[in-house]
């Protein structure tokens, strides 16, 4: 049998020519022939060139003009590979899935990741920073001191975009550094200290008016302020991705709200601070593990799938907007899940008295196994848009932590500062060190082995946690007897 031609147009570079090329034959072995008639001139640097159609988008040069299609009379258009037009339909949805997926969201790798990482150091600066404020001398002016080193040395070794969050957190511990060495010698500054309000009260402190905190931490005082606040920015939230029209940004304020009222309902029911909180974990822990199958379902990825299956046609537009709709979706979650969870876990840390005695501890302990289970199940992502979050909830639980490390072990103020600040250093060089290294292959694979052995055990200890929590056994006891 002989060989079989097609007769189309080709224009490119300014010109066009009419030419017959082999209907068989794959387009890589063409392409010389094409590129020589139409005079293209040969650069230093290799150009990838392709040949393109509205109807059909770039043609792979491994594919013959049967293979794709074309017809006779046909026009095709000469174009770099980089900017050639996207097919109007996908060959397969799951592999056109998989690479908006990694065009629109960068993955937990390289620069990405240690971006995300010098964010999450950021925060836990920054609430050093914040405990520089209120901590007595001297670490009311060792505490920004540390910030302002560390902060440029992460600004420095992070050169993404993160670098640049913990690098700003130097400026707000340069000007606390200030306060905290004219608390020491307010003298020096002709100022007159009265032993309250700035960093170092003990050797007296800069005489500063009321601030607006003063007066906010009188309101704050009743339980359920604070969830009133988180209510109302949670409806703000929401009513700006209508604005938007943001899906995820919708879904992340509306759970919020839902959550935050739902808590008020609790408070004012007289359920206890700390029960409530310990129902919050459980459904932040819930909506982050629900995130991905939400994603998938509410993108309608299922159904473009099934109809690629069939042999349908599935326009490139429609994959664009579910995998668009998908990520939103499971952002949303995944940010309310992150906030829902970071406030309770720091109730359950440091909103509850410890006595001594075993029940007491149950809600801190609770509280450090979310952080744990947060940080375990970032796991489960791959975007560097959702592992950090994850990651942060633990960050607030150990800034938690530190906060509440003075009062268990009966510290002074003196020794309190000390601690807090030495947690707070150990937590930030953890977080640095988790976050920046990278695992070889073999002892990769063996730790997430015990990764996932630790996040089922921490899984399995949620639900007897709750039973202590809410003093399940000795309620049935009561009722039984």
Known sequence: ?????????????????????????????????????????????????????PEFGPIDPSRSLDEVGVLDGSQLYLTEAAAAPPPPFVDDVETTVAEMVQDSAANWSGEPRRSAVARLLAVMLTATVVFGLYAPSPIGWVAPAVVVVAALAVGRVITGRGGWFAACAAVPAAATLLLGFVAVRPSAFGLRGHGAGVPGAAGGVVDVPLRPIDELSEALRWNGFPLALIAAAAIGLVLAGLVRRT?????????????????????RLGLPPDRTAGLGLLVGVSLAGLAGQAALGGAGLVDLMVADERGEPVPREAVATAVRR?????????????????????????????????????????????????????????????????????????????????????????????????????????????????????AGARWQRNLERLELVAMLALVPGLVLLFRVIQTVQRWWG
Do not use: K, N, Y
């Open 1 to 53: 049998m002989g060989t079989r031609f097609t007769r189309v147009t080709v224009v490119g570079d300014g010109r066009q020519i009419d030419i017959s090329l082999p209907a068989d034959t794959p387009l890589a072995e063409q392409m010389p022939t094409v590129l020589r008639l139409l005079s293209v001139p040969i650069t230093a640097v290799p150009v990838r060139w392709r040949l393109a159609a």
């Open 247 to 267: 899906p995820g940004v919708v879904l992340a304020g509306a759970a919020t709200a839902a959550a935050a009222v739902a808590a008020i309902f609790c408070l």
């Open 326 to 442: 998908g990520l939103g979706t499971a952002g949303g979650m995944l940010w309310a899940a992150v906030g829902i969870g970071a406030v309770a876990c720091s109730i359950l840390i440091l909103r509850t008295p410890v006595v001594g005695t075993a029940a007491t501890w149950t809600a801190p302990a609770l509280g450090t196994l979310g952080g744990l289970i947060f940080a375990l199940r970032s796991r489960m992502f791959t975007r560097t848009r959702h592992v950090g979050p994850m990651l942060l909830v633990a960050v607030v639980v150990m800034v938690a932590l530190a906060l509440r490390a003075p009062s268990w072990l009966s510290a002074d103020p003196a020794g309190s500062a000390v601690i807090t600040l030495s947690v707070l250093v150990v937590a930030g060089a953890l977080t640095g060190v988790a976050g920046l290294r990278t695992l070889r292959e073999v």
